[in-house]
């Protein structure tokens, strides 16, 4: 069974302009995260889905990350405009239900020069 | 407010020798803790989890946890080292249906 699809693997932009990146969990997967990880650092939560609705997206900074999850599958994580700062990792995971453990992809290495 | 830490950033050892990363926790109750491993380039991998019962929890790759509420601690063991354990790892907590982390212990294994 394949795991968690994440594309691209790797994206370089400059700043100011937009970025997309998807997600494809495991199949049969209800619960589906973005995670954000810094250079050395863990990584935190940006939003947690349960199927097609987004029921934590506290740490998201919506004035330029949106996300979408349409038929409560695929996702896609997208930041406009970049910034410098944006540079990281960007980790899915899914798992069954909130209450089971995630299981993470391969992660998209941003970097914003 | 609830954390993790996982006070070495870095971890020598010599492959054949035992191994112990440590990890504390800041709850408010007993949570749900895990072990995650990442490979250079590589996603998180799961290698074990505690959620209740036995506080000695065995995992993938030869990995064990002990969970002691007493320390609020949750330290990884490994009896010995190969040198494809040669990683970033990272204890996690459940809060609220979403992992907190450490920030990692970069393991290195001396031949």
């Known amino acids: 069974e394949a795991g968690v699809v994440q594309s691209p693997r790797y994206k370089i932009i400059e700043k100011k302009q937009p970025v997309a990146f998807w997600c494809n969990p495991i199949s049969g997967h209800n619960t589906l995260y973005w995670y954000l990880q810094n250079l050395g650092q863990g990584p935190e939560l940006l939003i947690r889905y349960e199927n097609e609705e987004a029921v934590d997206d506290s740490q998201l900074p919506k004035d330029r990350f949106s996300a979408e999850r349409l038929k409560g599958v695929d996702s896609t994580l997208k930041i406009q405009p970049a910034e410098l700062g944006d540079s990281a990792v960007y980790l899915c995971?899914?798992?069954?239900?909130?209450?089971?453990?995630?299981?993470f992809g391969q992660g998209t290495r941003l970097t914003v020069v | 407010a609830q954390s993790v830490t996982q006070p070495d950033i870095h971890i020598t050892v010599s492959e054949g020798a035992s191994l112990e990363l440590r990890c504390n926790y800041s709850?408010?109750?007993?949570?749900?803790l895990f072990w995650y491993v990442q490979s250079p380039g590589q996603g998180l991998q799961l290698l074990l989890k505690?959620?209740?019962?036995?506080?000695l929890v065995q995992g993938i790759k030869g990995f064990e946890a002990e969970f002691k509420r007493s320390q609020s601690s949750f330290n990884l063991r490994k009896p010995s080292v190969h040198w494809s354990d040669a990683a970033e790892y990272f204890c996690?907590?459940?809060?609220?249906?979403?992992?907190?982390f450490g920030s990692g212990t970069r393991l290195l294994v001396r031949p």
């Open positions: 709850y408010g109750a007993t949570p749900y």
């Open positions: 505690y959620f209740s019962g036995d506080t």
């Open positions: 995971a899914s798992s069954s239900d909130s209450n089971t453990e995630a299981f």
């Open positions: 996690a907590m459940d809060s609220s249906y979403k992992l907190i």
